[in-house]
C-alpha cells in the first residue's frame, strides 16, 4: 500500500491516517552496533514529532534493508 522497497521500511502514520513519514530507521545503513550512537534515528525524532504535533523535521529518508521481493 505504501509502496515498501526494503525490510524494514519504516512508517509513521498520524492519528488521522495520514503518512508522516517513510525510510529508514537511521542515518547509517548498518548492522554495527558501534554505528548506533553515530546515526541519527530518523524513526524515532519523525514519531517524536508526530505525537508532540510537530511537523517531521526529514519526511522521506533513504530505506536500507533487504529488497521485498514479493
Do not use: W
Request: proline residues 7%; neutral net charge.
Amino acid at each position: 500500500m505504501y509502496g515498501a522497497k526494503t525490510t524494514p521500511h519504516m512508517f509513521v502514520i498520524d492519528k488521522n491516517g495520514a503518512l508522516q513519514y517513510m525510510g529508514g530507521i537511521d542515518s547509517i545503513a548498518t548492522a554495527d552496533v558501534s554505528d548506533i550512537a553515530k546515526a541519527e534515528p530518523y524513526l524515532r525524532e519523525a514519531m517524536l514529532d508526530v505525537v508532540q504535533g510537530r511537523p517531521v523535521a526529514h519526511p522521506v529518508t533513504k530505506p536500507y534493508g533487504c529488497s521485498v521481493k514479493y
